[in-house]
């Protein structure tokens, strides 16, 4: 009748059946709390080759991840990193469009956009090098 559960998390206390004689009132689908729908993540193991230009001579380099398109963003959030080789990681994305902006100057390498939905996990390597092979942007027209 009763199927017992082992949690650490959360205690649970079953009550004999007829112990609570007032009627809980039914609850609609449309009435239950959505489960945060910003639960999309991505991490990024980065290997990067940047000139001055991108690195305004800083050894610790910026990395942006920008909700939305190109010309149409915000920075999401922003982390940091030293060296040529890296990895990070961003969470608590709501579903949409997203592209990391690379560097500390006014220039900044853009990677293409890529679309997150509701609980998604996605792990990439990129490749990075100031000679062309992501798009070169002013950090003003992001």
Known sequence: ???QTKSTLLPITILALGACSAR????SSSQVPKVDSC???????????????????NTEIMVELRQGTV???KIF???YFV??????????????????ALGNGSQVLVAPTRNFSEG???SSNLTVSSSGNVGA???NSL
């Open 120 to 122: 998604q996990h996605v």
């Open 137 to 139: 942007r002013s950090r």
């Open 77 to 79: 959030d922003t982390k």
């Open 1 to 3: 009748m009763f199927q």
């Open 24 to 27: 809980q009132p039914v609850v």
């Open 71 to 73: 010309g149409n963003s």
């Open 39 to 57: 639960s999309a993540s991505y991490s990024i193991t980065l290997n990067v080759d940047l000139n001055s230009k991108f690195t305004n001579g």
């Open 83 to 100: 060296g040529r080789n890296a990895s990070v990681a961003f969470s608590k994305m709501c579903p949409g469009a997203y592209f990391i």
